[in-house]
């Protein structure tokens, strides 16, 4: 009867995305419990104090890494404490789960290189394929202090379904993704990133809360509601002065009426400057209208003048018309760094030519980024070479990165996008799945071209087979029965 009661006490606590193979490890680690404490009984004093370590080690793992050796900046001790105490948080992804840890360890520590390359190692030896393995790679990239390729990794591994990575690895990533964001003050992926429909974190979700307070949005909630989330979520202590600026700030019905457009050359880029200056925060309504101003100021007689004037007082050579095309080649000089941190500002409808022309070389760069990394992989695929598994899954996430800014810059062009990547990235993926075996890596690809493969039925009938087939042969059941037909060969 008493067993009876443990058993469902454990699924209740080990219910989750991990199922069976989180229960299963609850469970060997309460029989290992329950028959070492005769032994301990029997040994005395030091049996009590093993026992004691044991408990501490196998069921207190989590908090044991978080306060003590995380902080204490020991990462290889934070590797073999989660190998050996087997969290129930990383089942099935313990080598992956030790170099987060060890990731977090050294990065307090002040000399994080020094364990980039073991963990490099360490990763890419371990078995598992699982999304935790990606977290583990973004932490590593920002290690090394490429902090984009950081977050390229971690976006891809928040977007890996919940059978495909545990929810212990999702909120390190959305919680780094989330903080990045805004640390730079970019409310828009905040709120974007907090408020998924699927997988809501508590902390995530406050920070997207307070977000659409910060922008103004119309379905900000309101202030008893933001407080509301803020004590459901944790690190209040460090988001209380996010909240106060949240409760200070204005509902959109109070939002001052938009100003408008300056006369003035000076007053113009004065606007622009301060459109430039909260570019994070700015609708891509007053971005164009500032932009706009610029253009139009340029375009006044008075200002051709003064610039003629000028001209002929200081004795240079050159004559109006280079010096207003010199000038509007540098706004859009400006605007393209812009566009590239934050897609969302270009105007959906466009009109305005310097606005469109940053677009034009932005959407052009992004284009010639996936180009190339597609023919990378259509010679890979033709030659069956693959690299080891950590480069794959960056370079991959990196050209994802590059295709997803491209279409939040210009929706319109997905179908150009997709036409570019689905046939090479696809015979790719089947390679990498029934050749390297790695089918995490293989679904995530499969997965990201359906999405974008509206245009073309027969794709997406293809992509969604091979998506039912990487994600089943991804099942603790068929890996097992996958690493044993490997082992015989």
Known sequence: MHGLVVVIILIWLLRGSSGAPRLVAGILKFSLLAIATPFAVLAGYAGAVLWLMAIVLFWGTTPLLDWVVVPLRMPRVAYWVVKIGQPLSFVGA?????????????????????????????????????GESVVAAGLLAGLRGERHRERCLLLVADALPAELTSRKGRRIARDWLIADAARVGNWRDVV??????????????AMA???????????????????????????????????????????????????RAATELPHALADLAQALGHKQTTVGAALLQSVGAVNNVLDDPAVRTHI?????????????????????????????????????????????????????????????????????????????????RLTEWELWAVTRNSADRLLRL????????????????????????????????????????????????SALQLLAGNMRSARREETPTNRLRSLWRRSKK
């Open 94 to 130: 313990s080598s992956a789960g030790g170099v987060i840890y060890s990731t977090l360890a050294a990065a307090r520590s002040r000399s994080p290189l020094r364990s980039v390359e073991w963990l490099r190692e360490k990763l890419n030896a371990a078995s598992s394929q699982r």
């Open 308 to 388: 003629r004037e000028r001209l002929t007082g200081l004795g240079a050579r050159g004559n109006v018309e280079t010096i207003i095309a010199g000038a509007r080649q540098r706004l859009v000089n400006v605007l393209i760094p812009v566009l590239e941190d934050v897609p969302d500002l270009a105007p959906a409808n466009g009109g305005e030519p310097i606005v469109d022309a940053a677009v034009a070389r932005v959407r052009t760069q992004l284009f010639a980024d996936i180009e190339t990394q597609c023919k990378d992989y259509r010679g890979r695929t033709k030659s069956k070479s693959a690299l080891d």
């Open 192 to 205: 974007r990133l907090g408020r998924r429909k699927r997988a809501n974190l508590r902390w995530s979700y």
């Open 209 to 259: 809360r307070i977000g659409q307070r910060l922008l103004g949005d119309k379905d900000a909630p309101a202030g008893w509601l933001l407080c509301l989330c803020w004590v459901l979520a944790p690190r209040r202590r460090a988001t209380l002065p996010l909240l106060r600026r949240a409760l200070a700030a204005r509902v959109p019905s109070e939002q001052p009426a938009s100003q």
């Open 410 to 457: 210009d929706p319109a062009s997905e179908r150009a996008v997709f036409e570019t990547m689905w046939p090479v990235c696809n015979n790719f993926a089947v390679l990498q799945h029934n050749e390297c075996h790695r089918l995490t890596f293989a679904y995530e690809i499969y997965s990201w071209l359906h999405r974008h493969a509206h245009s073309a039925p």
